[in-house]
């Protein structure tokens, strides 16, 4: 059974930071696109961040320079270290992972509430 498990989420202050995590089990083989995507209410899911297997990350304009995505394929694991947390970050965040790119097909997570409060 595919289980994707995230934790790390919670309530905290504007400027604050987080770090997400995602751990990753029951898919044999090689994951190529692993990130997070994120859901405010009202508002579409959108890419937060991205990384390959090789190591090459994509970032929404809105977090470039706060955020970071990392992976740690043997642990079968993804974060997402959030800094300088603003209000407008606040949503469920999403881990996925694929076998191509991220969004992909693939696989979900259940999602992890962040709250930012100003």
């Known amino acids: 059974q595919v289980q994707l498990v995230e934790s790390g989420g919670g309530l905290v202050q504007a400027g604050g930071s987080l770090r997400l995590s995602c751990a990753v089990s029951?898919?044999?083989?090689?994951?190529?696109?692993m990130g997070w995507y994120r859901q405010a209410p009202g508002k579409p899911r959108e890419l937060v961040a991205a990384?390959?297997?090789?190591?090459?990350?994509n970032y929404a304009d809105s977090v470039k320079g706060r955020f970071t995505i990392s992976r740690d394929d043997v642990k079968r694991a993804v974060y997402l270290q959030m800094n300088s947390l603003k209000p407008e970050d606040t949503a469920v965040y999403y881990c996925?992972?694929?076998?191509?790119?991220?969004?992909?097909?693939?696989?979900w997570g259940q999602g992890t509430q962040v709250t930012v409060s100003s």
């Open positions: 990384i390959t297997n090789f190591g090459s990350t």
């Open positions: 996925t992972v694929s076998r191509f790119s991220v969004g992909v097909g693939g696989w």
């Open positions: 029951g898919i044999f083989g090689s994951i190529n696109g």
